[in-house]
């Protein structure tokens, strides 16, 4: 199988990590991800669940964490994460596990920060638009079940002080539930991707705009092509269940996600 060398230009330094077909490819929500990150992680102990490739392990280390620790299920993805650590140098401070959620790390102390990118599309819609290789785990069948297990477990593996940060594909699955769980389970959930201040000045922006900014930066917004639209009616038969929720402006689909932040763990 060919493998891919993908370059990643995001703060600290650009970082080259390599892929393959039958392997989960970064896309917005890992770069996403890496902007609701603070820029810098000195002495901090992060725990990366659903680490895929390892894009978002990597970058955290070169933010200055202190220890990675790198779990992820799929035996492509893990193969590219080992190879991927050792590309970019960091043995000494990424360690990859295989397994699911904490379990190969649940004997490790607490984490300063968790960021759970794990599966979060529903597996007929990932499927259907190939997002997922055969052979990755996807968000099961609505999509919430893997990032609602995550949540539920992750309280004792935070520190008291820690943040936890996680996505929601918002368009494409009940996010409500998935927020829910959080709130059952930290005492504190926020939108980790915008500030007020961007919001505010959007608001400002999009008022003068005479509706040409559309975009709020309270989302990362992702295209649908035509063909896209088509192959989710083939794949649910035309019965699209209603938690799929795709955005039709000016004539083109999208659909909107969202990187949280958790804190306070109730434990
Ligand atoms: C959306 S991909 C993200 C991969 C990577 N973070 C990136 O940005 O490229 C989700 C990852 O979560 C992994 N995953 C699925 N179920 C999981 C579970 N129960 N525990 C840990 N990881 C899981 C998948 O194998 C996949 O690699």
Redesign the pocket.
Known sequence: METEVIAFDIYPKKVDVEYRNDS????R??EA?LKAIPKNLDGLVVD??????G??AIIEANRGALEVRA????DA?YKLLVRNIERNVLQDRITAYQG??FDPIAHLPRADLISA????IPEILSRALGWYPEG??TGGPKGTE?TC??LRRAPKFLKTDGKLYFPTANDLLDAEEILQVARDNFKVVENALWSKDELEKWKLDSAKSEGKLWKSPEYIWFHLREEDMQKIDRAYNGAVPKTINIQEIKGRYFWRGQIYVATQPKI
């Open positions: 989960f490819r970064p896309n929500v890992s991800f990366d669940i659903g680490s895929g490739g894009v978002i779990v992820e299920p799929a993805n699911v959620f990118d794990v599966s979060g990755i785990p893997i297990e995550l």
